[in-house]
């Protein structure tokens, strides 16, 4: 019999989980929320993906069960923080409100005992560093569908003869000096937002791009997705920031152990 646990933590952040597009792995997902529970859920956009819903309808079973498992973390008395994205922009003008008990935010400072006041936002706001026109964003997104569809058939090969998930995307990524500086513009627009509000470090999404690291004294996380990467960072109760790939195991990509506790007064 196969042995189940449940870790409980102090944060969990997500985002760009899309629910509704067919590149979404609602599965691993549901496998991770199982297993992780926390005293605060933070979803940092692009939860539903209702640009996707608008061409074409899909929501299968897997996506619902997604859905009703936040519903229900927020009923039971988890505090979910919900950041609408570029995805899920239509979402924003409840910003103030509360969608069954779970707080619509446009942005938000979590204040960590271990870390201090980390801001909290999606990340679109930075778009106009990433693509230097119109034209160049619409080329990135039609090469960003072809890679997915890459990654999908990939994935389902590797499935079948019994290897474990491997983003096509990320490889990809990592390979490209142009992608390799656009991810270095985003992040260091991120850290320039985080002084800006003279806060210890700033929490996003957006880019698909998972990372944690601290830089010039602030900390710097990007949650990652669940269409390619698979990632969420999660704060235990001592105060350890992890930030791991979570499929068929769980992969741990980064770590940041905290010296001591930050008083604020």
């Not at 990809?172 to 991120?190: I, P």
Request: contains cysteine; hydrophobic residues 40%; proline residues 2%.
């Amino acid at each position: 019999m196969t042995q189940t646990f449940t870790a409980y933590h102090r944060a969990i952040w997500l985002s760009d989980l899309h629910l509704g597009e067919k590149h979404c792995k609602a599965e691993y997902l549901l496998a991770f929320l199982e297993k992780h529970h926390a005293e605060q859920l933070f979803l940092v956009g692009d939860v539903v993906d209702m640009q996707a819903l608008s061409r074409r309808h899909y929501w299968p079973e897997t996506h619902q069960q997604v859905f009703e498992t936040l519903r229900q973390r927020a009923r039971n008395g988890c505090k979910v923080i919900y950041i609408p994205g570029n995805h899920d922009m239509q979402m924003r003008q409840y910003v103030g409100g509360a969608f069954d008990l779970i707080e619509i935010h446009q942005q938000y400072i979590y204040q960590s005992p271990h870390h201090g006041r980390l801001l909290l936002l999606h990340g679109d706001e930075f778009d106009r560093l990433l693509c230097s026109s119109k034209l160049e964003a619409w080329f990135g997104d039609r090469a960003y569908d072809l890679v997915l569809f890459l990654n999908r058939i990939w994935n389902l090969f590797r499935r079948s003869v019994g290897w474990q998930y491997q983003s096509v995307a990320r490889m990809l990524k990592r390979c490209s000096s142009k992608a390799e500086r656009a991810m270095a513009r985003f992040r260091n627009a991120a850290l320039q937002r985080a002084i800006e509000a003279d806060v210890d470090g700033i929490v996003c999404g957006h880019i698909h791009f998972p990372e944690l690291l601290e830089q010039n004294g602030k900390l710097y996380i990007n949650t990652g997705d669940w269409v390619e990467n698979c990632t969420a960072v999660i704060e235990h109760l001592d105060g350890r920031l992890e930030l791991n790939h979570y499929s068929e195991a769980k992969k741990p990509l980064s770590r940041l152990v905290p010296q001591q506790a930050v008083v604020t007064g």
